[in-house]
């Protein structure tokens, strides 16, 4: 009966802090005219709606039903939108896309992402996503959990000390005053956080291909990408 649904291209994009992942999905999902999904603003969306809402971030329930019935729309930035925000986010019609990198946003958004309930709410909402188009997701539980049949996986790493390199001057073109070595240590802590926490810890998938950009430039590792992606299509 009818016919095949099209499967649309999920190429899936973890890795740790500082590995570049940001910013190459963006590059890559550019070069081929697909959707970048910033999972990360969605869960910055969240703590948003529930600020707004005036619900209790700790209310996992709470959290999880305005997520559900909140409608969550992701662009790329078009136009006036082109103004160096990662990604175009409409919140239940609004543009919310520089509200959602406010620092307290930031702060509230790993304080949702802890709940179960709220994990799959949005996880829900992303799998809609790349149902309907190609996309280049990125996001620590992409590999595995939100698009597991992905027909590309990428794990993208790099030596500790470049990766909090990469961090230090992030920080620092941001007007944050840091120090190297303040940063390399906080960059080792998160690691061991992300790889140990109970739910959806960091961990390369066994079908994962495992890119390490210590030694590459972000248009080198975007072209590696955009290679395979050529192979498999
Ligand atoms: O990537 P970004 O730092 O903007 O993500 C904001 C927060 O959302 C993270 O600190 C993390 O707690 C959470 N997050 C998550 N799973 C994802 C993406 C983000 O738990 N796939």
Redesign the pocket.
Known sequence: MGHAMKRYFQIAIDGPVGSGK?TVARLVAERLGWLYV???????AAALAAMNAGVPLSDAKAVARLVSEAQIGMSNPVGREVDRRPTTLLLNGKDVSWEILSEEV?KG??V???HKEV?EA?VIKQQEIARTKNVVM?????TFR?LPDAQLKVFLTAREPERAKRRHQQLLERGEDVDYKQVLGDLKKRDERDSNRKV?PLHVVQDAWVLDTTDLTVSAVVDKILQRVHELT
């Not at 910033?38 to 910055?44: D, L, Q, V």
């Open positions: 940001s910033y999972t990360g603003a969605m869960y910055r930031s958004s790993s949702v992402a802890v994990r949005l990125e996001g620590r539980d992409t939100v959806d």
